[in-house]
């Protein structure tokens, strides 16, 4: 009797023209770029990279035919646990209406009146989307709920996706509180938080006018942090504000948006870069919405050339920026926010894990997870050099191949 085929335990991925690492040590500049190298992995982690003449030997091997590979993209910030449709009020939006928060109330109904099958379709739709693109780490957030019962359910559907969940209740004041605004904040505070937060790793909130002010944003990320959660900030997005110094000062792990930021601002994200109490404050940007809303761009240059640590994710969302590419970012903060290629495809990569406090994504160090993009290019120049062309051929999660064919 004949017993099934073993599973391969190892792998090489060999010819490889250009490897972006991410890991300084193995190649040349911050990305670590080394050309005509291999990799090897092992039970789903980075065991040996270098240049392919050196490479051991592995149970299967994989030709990339010169092609580049880079690591997963890490998306710190997408909202995709949702119903309903916006593509009308885009359009209205480039005929002249101006973005306000306003627009996630619509989201909010569709989202209660749908049943959990329908909101984790969509959530596997755009997972599966955005993995065919590269990403291989996926934060999901609710705040389309806005109620105990389905900011409690929105999580439940994140969590069978992705391990970054995150709480995000204090997105805006729904319809049913708008008299009382105080009293949502104990909501969020008291009962929701006491549900939702044993399905979440992180909590959030929306500092900014038109959603929430300094002193309830204070509230609602220290009450979440009392819970074991980690924080997060959206910030600065509509109009300077207190986002950027709440988050410092209450040791968050990135604020989002960025969008106007005075010298204050951009000083104490470098401040909190340089060291202290604990790992920085990412300043997560986030250009697809800029790019979708007619907005101002971050002015990436200046936080970099101050010292701040920048993150690049998608905020991939029904009504901002329905786009879940992780490339296309990184074209528009080439073109856009004054990064240049290296600049941005580490921050859409390395800058986001840094952004989820992860140490083991981002990079294709040994010991990392084998989560690694092969791209149909030659080096990484590519990802902006021509924007909106598909140039993902295949995807690898812990080893495994998950999209597209090496």
């Not at 972006?20 to 990305?31: D, K, R």
């Not at 941005?344 to 084998?370: E, I, N, P």
Request: glycine share 12%.
């Amino acid at each position: 009797m004949t017993g099934a085929a073993p599973v391969p335990r190892s792998m090489v991925i060999d010819h490889i023209g250009t490897l972006v690492s991410n890991a300084p040590e193995l190649g040349t500049g911050e990305l670590g770029e080394l050309p005509g190298a291999a990799l090897v992995v092992e039970d789903g982690r980075v065991a040996w990279a270098g240049p392919r003449e050196r490479a051991p030997g592995a149970d299967t091997r994989v030709d990339a035919g010169g092609r580049c590979v880079i690591p997963g993209f890490v998306d710190s910030h997408s909202h995709i646990v949702f119903a309903g449709d916006r593509s009308r009020e885009f359009a209205s939006r480039m005929s002249g209406q101006p973005y306000e928060a306003g627009g996630i109330r619509a989201t909010v109904a569709a989202t209660r009146a749908a049943t959990d099958g329908a909101l984790l379709d969509t959530a596997t739709r755009l997972l599966r989307e955005a993995r065919a693109q590269g990403t291989t780490t996926l934060e999901i957030k609710s705040g389309y709920g806005l109620s105990v019962r389905d900011e409690e359910r929105c999580l439940r559907v994140a969590g069978r996706l992705s391990e970054e969940v995150t709480f995000l209740g204090g997105h805006l004041v729904p319809p049913e509180y708008a008299a009382d605004p105080d009293g949502y904040v104990e909501l969020v505070t008291g009962p929701m938080l006491r549900a939702c937060a044993p399905h979440a790793r992180w909590v959030d909130v929306f500092c900014e006018r038109g959603a929430f002010g300094e002193e309830a944003s204070r509230r609602i990320l220290t009450a979440g942090q009392r819970h074991g959660l980690r924080a997060r900030v959206h910030g600065n997005q509509l109009g300077e504000g207190p986002g950027v110094r709440l988050a410092v000062e209450l040791g968050a792990a990135s604020v989002d948006h960025c969008s106007y930021l005075g010298p204050d601002d951009i000083d104490a994200l470098a401040q909190s870069a340089r060291g202290g109490a604990g790992p920085a404050t990412v300043a997560t940007l986030l250009p697809g919405v800029d790019f979708c809303t007619r907005q101002r761009y971050p002015d990436a240059r200046a936080l970099l050339d101050a010292g701040a640590t920048v993150a690049l994710a998608s905020d991939c969302n029904p009504g901002s920026c329905y786009s879940s590419s992780m490339a296309f970012c990184v074209a528009l903060a080439v073109r856009e926010l004054g990064m240049t290629p290296e600049e941005a495809l580490w921050a859409a990569t390395a800058g986001g894990a840094r952004a989820l406090r992860r140490d083991d994504v981002g990079h294709l160090g040994v010991g990392a997870r084998a989560d690694l993009t092969l791209l149909d290019a030659p080096n990484p120049l590519y990802l902006a050099y021509r924007p909106g062309v598909p140039q993902v051929a295949a995807v690898y999660k812990d080893g495994d191949l998950v999209s597209g064919t090496p």
